[in-house]
């Protein structure tokens, strides 16, 4: 299965917007980060990996400088797997990101999505998309950025998604940083998801939002 992302990835040799479809019911594996110059897009190759293992369901795995940004996943959920998208480190770099779409969901996931770390940088990014891809019972964390004119992590919600059960947590910036954001867009579905925001975290209902009860 193959992720996409409505944000195309700006390839620097700083942090780069990876997106994917997450799945990481994987009996091994260790924490890792996904490197610069994998051998493939499959998430599956251990090579592809700072720790040469396969991130397993409890690892965390870590997305940041790469010039691969599609990330080929075997299985439709996130498990129970931690999702670390660090913040952009130069101006006009975005940060690492995950996309799920098409009936894909984050499970029981743990993702963190960092701001960016200098003025002008975007933060890292949870992008759910498509026919009903849902947030399910994960906690998606959205930190605010870290200096003056850096961006804040992004949690968005489009097209016909749901925010399921999940807990969502915009964090506010520091250091003058823009504040974390959670934004549903379109016809997508709050269901019974818990929003937390502090300092300037932001929430946006904006575009028919609705919550199907």
Do not use: Y
Not at 72 to 89: D, E, M
Not at 149 to 154: K, R
């Amino acid at each position: 299965m193959k992720g996409g992302s409505s944000r195309p990835a700006i390839r620097l040799s700083v942090a780069v917007s990876i997106t994917c479809l997450l799945a990481c019911r994987f009996a091994h594996g260790d924490d890792g980060t996904w490197i610069a110059n994998p051998v493939n897009n499959d998430w599956n190759t251990p090579a592809n990996w700072s720790s040469n293992t396969v991130p397993g369901p409890f690892d965390t795995a870590t997305f940041a400088v790469s010039n691969t940004t599609n990330i080929s996943i075997p299985v439709p959920n996130a498990g129970s797997a931690t999702l670390h998208n660090l913040g952009g480190t130069v101006s006009g770099a975005t940060g690492g990101g995950v996309s799920f779409s098409f009936h894909t969901n984050a499970a029981e996931s743990t993702i963190l999505n960092e701001g960016g770390q200098v003025s002008g940088a975007q933060g890292g990014s949870t992008i759910f998309q498509g026919n009903n891809p849902s947030a399910a019972n994960a906690t998606i964390i959205a930190n605010g950025g870290a200096v003056s004119g850096a961006g804040g992590g992004l949690i968005s919600f489009n097209d016909s998604s749901l925010a399921g059960n999940a807990t969502l947590i915009a964090n506010g910036g520091v250091n003058g940083g823009v504040g974390g954001s959670i934004i549903f867009l379109r016809t997508t579905d709050g269901g019974t998801a818990r929003v937390e925001l502090f300092g300037n975290g932001n929430l946006d209902l904006g575009q028919h939002f609705r919550n199907r009860r």
